[in-house]
């Protein structure tokens, strides 16, 4: 189960377009990959680990997005675009008796390694009047 809030705001001119929000979002039961060791090894001596898919996190995420289009098109048939996402989050989960909470936060001048960004440059080809992302 999740819940989010997204605050936006688009500005739009003749070729351009900026967007840009800010949300906060909240899940439950989120669905995790667990390794175990089955205590069990291979005729050469190697653990053999079990993946093991179930619900297990609660995460919180808090971010900032911003994108850019224009409607640059270099060729008839292709448009390209771009966004950037920042974030903070943090993981709450528990199995078996082990903790695999992660949390990243910012702390000055540490913050570079600490937070997450996401970078997207996006070419959008037109193939037979069809668009393909």
């Given at each position: 189960m999740?819940?989010?809030?997204d605050?936006?705001?688009?500005?739009?001119?003749?070729?351009p377009?900026f967007?840009?929000?800010?949300y906060?979002?909240?899940?439950?039961?989120?669905?995790e990959?667990i390794?175990?060791?089955t205590?069990?090894e291979?005729?050469?001596?190697i653990?053999?680990?079990?993946?093991l898919?179930?619900n297990?996190?609660?995460?919180?995420?808090?971010?900032?997005?911003?994108?850019f289009?224009?409607?640059?098109?270099?060729?008839?048939?292709?448009?390209?675009?771009?966004s950037?996402?920042?974030f903070?989050?943090?993981?709450?989960?528990e199995?078996?008796?082990?903790d695999?909470?992660?949390?990243?936060?910012?702390?000055?001048?540490?913050?570079?390694?600490r937070?997450?960004?996401l970078?997207?440059l996006?070419?959008?080809?037109?193939?037979?009047?069809?668009?393909?992302q």
């Amino acid at each position: 189960m999740s819940s989010a809030f997204d605050l936006g705001y688009q500005k739009r001119w003749s070729k351009p377009t900026f967007k840009t929000s800010v949300y906060n979002q909240y899940e439950t039961d989120a669905f995790e990959r667990i390794q175990e060791d089955t205590g069990n090894e291979t005729a050469n001596g190697i653990p053999i680990i079990s993946m093991l898919p179930i619900n297990l996190s609660t995460n919180k995420r808090i971010g900032f997005e911003a994108g850019f289009l224009y409607r640059y098109n270099p060729v008839k048939w292709l448009r390209l675009n771009g966004s950037f996402n920042f974030f903070l989050f943090t993981t709450e989960d528990e199995f078996n008796g082990v903790d695999y909470s992660a949390k990243n936060t910012i702390s000055l001048p540490e913050a570079a390694p600490r937070c997450r960004c996401l970078t997207r440059l996006i070419g959008k080809p037109t193939l037979f009047t069809v668009p393909f992302q």
